[in-house]
């Protein structure tokens, strides 16, 4: 499902992050552990194409996100790859059924209301359709990031630390979140994390190395 090769990152010329190989299929479940500077958000950022990597080659799909002009990443991002982000990015000026129908607009899908309320109602979010992100609760607004990152059926399903601010039983509850979201799509998951509580509960683990 995806492929990285010979994958390295420099920020300002001192290189953060090196990947020899690693390769997933499609439908795998994957822990991306490390500890804290290791580079992990920088990979998922080059996993879903938010970042070029300074050297190495990042397949996703079938298709070389390096080669990719910039306007046709941003579609194949939109359509195929889902990312629940640390900072969750919602846009606090649209309603949560907005957040959704804006991420059908940016994949260049057609607005899909019934999808957008399926996807609302598996989370248990179907009465804050109308709420903006500020009216809700964490739990609730990371949901909603959730909900936004699965509403396309994405290929691939990404989050960066999900469950670092959370407590044993919420950390569990977003776990299997993720995972059987992941699953209803088909899709193929990769949670960046240090969070050591996780780690036997998912069944395939990238170790990220400290940076030299
Ligand atoms: N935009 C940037 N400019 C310069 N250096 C950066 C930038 N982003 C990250 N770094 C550096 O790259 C290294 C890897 O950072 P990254 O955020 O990928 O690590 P991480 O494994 O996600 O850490 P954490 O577990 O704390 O989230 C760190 O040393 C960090 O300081
Ligand atoms: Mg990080």
Redesign the pocket.
Known sequence: MFELRDIRHD??GSE??RVAAWRATQGEQWLML??????????LHILAGILRPSAGSAMVAGEDLAAMPAAKLDRFRGAHIGIVLQRLHLVDSLSVMDNLLLAQWLAGAAQDRARAREVLAGLDLADKADARPHELSFGQAQRVAVARAVVNRPRLLLAD?PTSNLDDVRCAQVLELLQAQAAACGATLVI?T?DQRVKSRVPNQYL?EA?A
């Open positions: 920020y300002d953060v992050l490390g500890p804290s500077g290791s580079g992990k958000t920088t990979l630390e960046a240090h990220l940076a």
